[in-house]
């Protein structure tokens, strides 16, 4: 079975910063999915980024970006220009595919980060 | 294009009651999955279901939990005779029907149940 495993329960960082949050895997599957999730206090849930294990070069949208090391199994999540609407309860989470013998549906989430961005 | 749609937001039931959450897909998509937000917990799944058929309830308690998406309507997360633990928060994700190796799924804004 696949954990995902966040070590920062919480972090903060000043408006206009630059913050890396952790997120480290184990599974023993060749190929699968992770992902970014931001959760803010409305609860609802929001996919930030999203990457291919089979791929290489690392995945960024806009001001998010990740360190994917996939030999070290460790997936960051980085965000510049820290801004308040960045405040949230971040989740890193993990997805198997069915060509190497897992599940390609079933999520499995790490407990999170609460990221606080102060003005 | 309107998203996810979970009702209630928020529930309280005592403890015997039973809980019934319901979630519409989005339009089009045919794939729906119930996780579990214990509090300071990430998700944890529950089911899978496409419609009329349950694919996966690996996750989901072995009594007292049930979940369906029939042919019309709304899919369906009920909890019979709740327990003060069964207090979380319910999310509902769908995605349109897999042709790649994994489709994205959507998040409902959740159910918050509340077991007195």
């Known amino acids: 079975a696949q954990t995902v495993t966040q070590s920062q329960p919480e972090m903060s960082v000043q408006e206009a910063e630059t913050v890396t949050l952790s997120c480290t895997y184990d599974?023993?599957?060749?190929?699968?999915?992770l992902f970014w999730y931001k959760q803010p206090p409305s609860r609802q849930m929001i996919l930030v980024i999203r990457q291919e294990a089979y791929k290489q070069q690392n995945a960024t949208e806009n001001r998010f970006s990740v360190n994917f090391q996939k030999a070290a199994k460790s997936f960051s999540l980085k965000i510049s220009d820290s801004q308040l609407g960045d405040t949230a309860m971040y989740f890193c989470a993990f997805a198997g595919t069915p060509h190497s013998g897992g599940s390609n549906y079933k999520l499995t989430f790490g407990k999170g980060t609460l990221l606080t961005v102060n003005p | 294009n309107a998203g996810v749609m979970q009702n209630p937001r928020h529930l309280v039931r005592r403890r015997g009651q039973e809980a019934r959450l319901r979630c519409s897909p989005m339009?089009?998509?045919?794939?729906v999955y119930w996780y579990r937000q214990l509090p300071e917990e990430g998700l944890k799944f529950m089911v899978y279901?496409?419609?009329?058929?349950?694919?996966?309830e690996s996750g989901m308690p072995k009594e007292r939990f049930s979940a369906e998406f029939p042919k019309e309507g709304p899919s369906i997360l009920r909890i019979q005779q709740v327990v003060r633990g069964d207090s979380a928060a319910y999310f509902c994700?769908?995605?349109?029907?897999?042709?790649?190796?994994?489709?994205?799924?959507?998040f409902g804004p959740g159910t918050r149940l509340t077991v007195l």
């Open positions: 279901l496409q419609k009329e058929n349950i694919i996966d």
């Open positions: 994700a769908s995605s349109p029907p897999v042709r790649r190796n994994y489709n994205e799924q959507f």
């Open positions: 339009k089009g998509h045919s794939h």
């Open positions: 599974t023993s599957e060749s190929n699968y999915y």
